[in-house]
């Protein structure tokens, strides 16, 4: 995977419990990292097809391991202003190079 196709950024988000000054705790989404990631939306390809398992599923990004993150269904995937909750996550020919996140886009409002 070349620089040339992860043409877009992504943030990924957790959400924590954080506590002010007074003691009163908020639940805020924390930026985990901010990285450059291969986007591809779902399709009627054979690919596509051979996922039929993930068929919540409407984006594949695709980027490279983060040093010291590990990367969880609990976090939040945030993309050209869209937010996506992840459905699954796998570590691309097992080499530890590249992370697949297979992820649903939520709609807000």
Do not use: H
Request: net charge negative; with cysteine; charged share 30%.
């Amino acid at each position: 995977m070349s620089f040339g196709k992860m043409n877009s950024f992504i943030q990924l988000k957790i959400e924590d419990e954080v506590e002010d000054e007074d003691g009163y705790s908020t639940i805020e989404e924390v930026t985990v990292a901010s990285v450059r990631a291969y986007r591809e939306y779902r399709s009627g390809t054979k690919r596509w097809a051979n996922r039929a398992l993930f068929s919540e599923a409407t984006n594949l990004f695709r980027f490279r391991c983060i040093p010291g993150v590990t990367v969880t269904t609990a976090m939040i995937l945030v993309c050209e202003g869209s937010r996506f909750v992840i459905s699954s996550i796998e570590d691309v020919a097992g080499r530890g190079m590249y992370i697949e996140v297979l992820a649903k886009e939520v709609k807000q409002g």
